[in-house]
């Protein structure tokens, strides 16, 4: 088990170099030996050294790194091995690189969105009870603030660490994505998000020229959520009886009308690959509305539950100021 992996970033930064190189002329292992002294990334040079002797013994780039799972996904071993089966892989490990690069780019625009919401919280936390340091002193303040702000932060290091160790676990997984999946506003957002690293995997995978049955069951697992992952899944089963790719997606009821109309279109017109890109485009443009939406909705939530906070916070200490008062003249 890996707890951190190799970041997006990391990973976009390393196939392209590879690309690069292969384009020079380099050999596999020769590749793998200078992209070891270039890396600063312990894990990926480590992940180098192990796999420089199997690629000296004959394996292929996608066998070898096809021994980390945890690291590379299924989806980017498809892509490489597409390229080496096509002769095309320099260019594969650059839209590989690309794919890397556009979902880390999104990732961090996403984060950028989160900042004004964490302060929110954090302001939340340590505003509100500012009265406590001049009415019970530095002590109340830190056991008000504290007491809140590090069982949150303990809770978050858990769930994250619990994700890691129990993703070997589907049932676990499947059912945390199915709650997701029903919270209100927060559910409609990672479904379309699923929806658009489907499509996004599938036009990249297609046009590699993976098989039909390969891409979707690829694709199906770079979605980034369990439930959704076994919805698509269930493609490589129904594809083959339905009419059209079309018809077996519309099955599923997942997809907005305007994807299944566009794929209906390239189907008919014999330009399956060209219209999954202007899907993808569709999509991603439809995400980022969404997004928009989401980010706007949570500081208004946060300021209400701060609201909450701060009338309770309030109301105990008036409730602990007058009730020496009570006590002294009892009704």
Known sequence: MVLLGISLKTQAVFFRQMATMINAGLTANRMVVALESQSSDKLLVNILREIEPKLSAGYSLSDALSLYPDIFSEFTINMIRAGEVGGMLEVRLKDLADYLEKTYKYRMKV?????????????????????????????????????????????????????KILSGSSGVLLTIDTILLGVPILGGFIKKLAITKFIRAFADLYEAGISLSDALSSSAKACGNLYMANK????????????????????????????????????????????????????????????????????????????????????????????????????
């Open 232 to 331: 698509f899944l269930s493609l490589t089963r129904t594809v083959g009886t339905a009419a059209t790719l079309t018809q077996a997606m519309r099955g599923l009821r997942l997809f907005p009308e305007m994807v299944l109309q566009m794929m209906e279109t390239g189907e008919e017109s014999g330009n399956v690959s060209s219209m999954l890109k202007k899907v993808n485009e569709y999509m991603e443009t439809e995400l980022e509305e969404s997004s928009n939406r989401f980010l706007t909705v949570l500081p208004v939530i946060m300021l209400f539950i701060m609201g909450i906070y701060t009338g309770v916070i309030m109301f105990n200490f008036f409730k602990n100021l007058y009730s020496p008062l009570n006590e002294l003249f009892p009704k």
């Open 111 to 163: 984060i950028s969105k989160l900042v004004y919401p964490a302060i929110l919280f954090h302001a939340g936390i340590f505003l509100p009870p500012l009265f406590l340091l001049f009415t019970q002193g530095m002590g109340a303040y830190i056991k008000a603030t504290l007491g809140i702000i590090i069982p949150v932060y303990a809770l978050a290091a858990g769930v994250y660490v619990a994700i």
